[in-house]
């Protein structure tokens, strides 16, 4: 008796496991907390990046906003502010993470 119960509970928890997979895989997810340690490193590393290939110094200033999707690893999508001098511009990001590998795939100005 007992025991069926448990193979129950089993497979109602795998089925529910896969309908949730089903769920988030694929989809964007707003980043609640945006003062996220993480989050703030992967903006910084956008930044980095970014100035390493177009020879700017762009300094990140803060991140407005941002979502997350996970398909094979994470993609961050960021909308962050940057600061050079006095000038302060905003960008959108988005940078690929895997297994601690990160990719910058976009960095594009963004017009309010
Ligand atoms: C970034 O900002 C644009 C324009 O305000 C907005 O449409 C977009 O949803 C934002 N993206 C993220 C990831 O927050």
Redesign the pocket.
Same mark, same amino acid.
């Given at each position: 008796m007992r025991f069926q119960y448990v193979i129950l509970m089993l497979i109602g928890m795998s089925a529910f496991m896969v309908v949730r997979n089903q769920v988030t895989l694929g989809g964007w997810i707003p980043i609640k907390n945006i003062n996220d340690p993480h989050v703030t490193s992967i903006a910084t590393y956008a930044v980095t990046e970014y100035d390493k290939q177009s020879g700017l110094k762009l300094k990140l200033e803060k991140v407005?906003?941002?979502?997350t999707n996970v398909v094979d690893g994470t993609i961050f999508? $960021?909308?962050i502010s940057t600061t050079t001098n006095s000038a302060s511009n905003k960008y959108?990001v988005v940078v690929l993470e895997k297994l601690s590998q990160r990719k910058l795939t976009s960095f594009v100005p $963004?017009h309010?």
């Open positions: 407005i906003s941002g979502e999508c $960021l909308n959108n $963004l309010a």
